[in-house]
């Protein structure tokens, strides 16, 4: 089996989206994908609404940590296949240089964590972010790697990306 493909998930505060982008791509990606996030301006902890669905994942509390993208650009960190914003602001951001060059693209999801209301509707908000992520994530591992060439690949996963999440009903 080829090495897995690195993924790293870009947030701004790498406390929501972005960590609960890894936790999905870790558990849905079956070694074939191994997923990581980080952020520009880490939060230092991540949000405890998103921890409900890291756990239904399989995952521990401890798995996850919000830490500065600048982990990634360092020597002896792992040679990135894809770098992908879940946010706006992050997107428009200057990264680090990666290394691996790095295909990026950018599938921004509304922030579950600047929701507020009651904790059914906080959490709601968190369960909706995961289900978008989980579409476009779905997407990304069901696509042909092996028969795609860079140029294809990169534009597919813009159109992920570009991807209208119907509402749940």
């Known amino acids: 089996m080829p090495a897995p493909y690195n993924v790293l998930f870009l947030c701004t505060g790498n406390s929501a989206r972005s960590i609960l982008a890894e936790a999905l791509t870790n558990s849905l990606g079956e070694g074939r994908f191994q997923a990581f996030s980080a952020g520009s301006m880490p939060k230092g902890q991540v949000n405890p609404h998103a921890l409900p669905l890291t756990r239904s994942l399989g995952f521990e509390d401890q798995a996850f940590r919000s830490k500065s993208w600048d982990d990634f650009a360092q020597p002896g960190a792992p040679p990135l296949d894809f770098v992908i914003t879940v946010c706006d602001d992050a ?59 860079r140029m294809s690949l990169h534009r597919r996963l813009h159109e992920i990306g570009e991807t209208r999440d119907s509402p749940v009903t």
Do not use: Y
């Open 91 to 149: 997107a428009g951001e200057v990264c680090p240089v990666w290394p691996g060059q790095p295909m990026t693209a950018h599938w921004g999801v509304p922030d579950p964590a600047a929701v507020t209301g009651t904790e059914a509707e906080i959490g709601a908000a968190f369960a909706e972010t995961c289900r978008r992520l989980r579409n476009r994530i779905e997407l990304l591992l069901n696509l042909p790697m092996a028969s795609l060439d």
